[in-house]
């Protein structure tokens, strides 16, 4: 089956500064790869995601980039605020296939 | 829209017993998939329900189970309960034939004593 790998399982950043998440997949038929945020006390909130067919895509402060060859992608937050602390989660799974095999996380904490 | 509920939030159990949970997805959403939140090993997939069928299941024993009735609404269940069953226990629903996404409800927090 999948297996999803997720580094760093911490990272503090200075507020304004970017982080950067990685993780890397082991099964080549995954083509779905979504990124959660979970905030204490609530479930994880998906924040992007991408498929296979694109090596990148960005939503305001937020990016994900793809390397199929490698087999690991990577999620960037630019500009961080207070507000993006929180566990980052990564997920992989084939596009249409409802199980999600995630990563262990990562706790990102913005100093002010 | 109102997102995916689950209730209930907090429940406290003792060894022996057994537990049900319920979810009740985003309006228009027919698959419904658990997953089980701890420390330890993280999230972890238990099954997916579509049209009140199971249409995928992860490696948990038998003592975890679950339905889905025609309204989507989903209950799981969990017989004979250990202590390392104490975990969140997670709902998300997804479309399920217009993409991937899926989204979870907040969690029901599960303490076996």
């Known amino acids: 089956g999948e297996n999803v790998e997720q580094h760093p399982s911490t990272l503090s950043v200075q507020e304004g500064d970017s982080a950067v998440i990685k993780c890397t997949y082991s099964d080549s038929a995954s083509n779905y790869f979504p990124w959660y945020k979970q905030e204490l006390g609530k479930g994880p909130q998906l924040i992007i995601d991408i498929r296979s067919n694109v090596g990148e895509k960005k939503d305001q402060r937020i990016a994900v980039t793809l390397n199929k060859t490698a087999k690991h992608f990577s999620l960037h937050i630019t500009e961080t605020q207070p507000e993006d602390s929180a566990v980052y989660f990564c997920a992989a799974t084939i596009f249409g296939n409802e199980k999600l095999t995630f990563g262990t996380g990562t706790r990102l904490t913005i100093i002010p | 829209k109102a997102g995916v509920t689950q209730t209930p939030r907090y429940l406290i159990k003792t060894r022996g017993q057994q537990v049900t949970l319920s979810c009740s997805p985003i309006s228009g959403h027919r698959s419904v998939s658990w997953y089980q939140q701890t420390p330890g090993q993280g999230l972890q997939f238990l099954f997916e329900?579509?049209?009140?069928?199971?249409?995928n299941k992860g490696n948990f024993p038998g003592r975890f189970s679950g339905r889905q009735f025609s309204n989507s609404r989903s209950e799981m269940n969990v017989s004979t309960l250990e202590l390392g069953d104490s975990a969140l226990y997670l709902c998300a629903s997804s479309l399920a034939g217009d993409g991937n996404e899926q989204f979870f409800g907040p969690g029901t927090r599960l303490t076996v004593l």
């Open positions: 329900y579509f049209s009140e069928t199971q249409r």
